[in-house]
């Protein structure tokens, strides 16, 4: 009987992974699209923005809570230290509210460089 249910769950579950294997292109894409991350408020994911405005994008509702995205390039010279502040700013910053993103598993190193990459134009 055992055996039966672990086949069926098995089957199950190769059957869901063939049925989504050739959308995994599509939401990979998604996935690492930095402002789709950024504003996402699905679970698991930042939503950056009830936290932090974009002052060139003022047609995005915004929090106030953490620094605008504004200058960035001059504040984070270094990329690297962009994505490290995205992936816990707790480390230099102890008493900050922002989620460890990286260290948590909120977010994917490659989710984490997409935001950084989004926000560092700004």
Do not use: W
């Amino acid at each position: 009987m055992k055996r039966i249910i672990f086949l069926a769950i098995l089957g199950a579950l190769v059957l869901q992974g063939c049925k989504t294997a050739g959308k995994m292109e599509e939401k990979k894409s998604v996935e690492l699209d930095g402002y789709k991350i950024m504003e996402s408020k699905a679970k698991g994911h930042g939503n950056c923005l009830a936290c932090h405005a974009i002052p060139a994008r003022p047609d995005l509702a915004a929090g106030n809570i953490g620094p605008a995205f504004i200058g960035m390039k001059a504040r984070f010279p270094d990329f690297e230290k962009l994505k490290e502040k995205i992936a816990d700013a707790k480390v230099t910053q102890p008493q900050t509210m922002m989620p460890p993103f990286g260290r948590n598993h909120i977010l994917t190193p490659e989710q984490i460089d997409s935001v950084a990459k989004y926000i560092y134009q700004y």
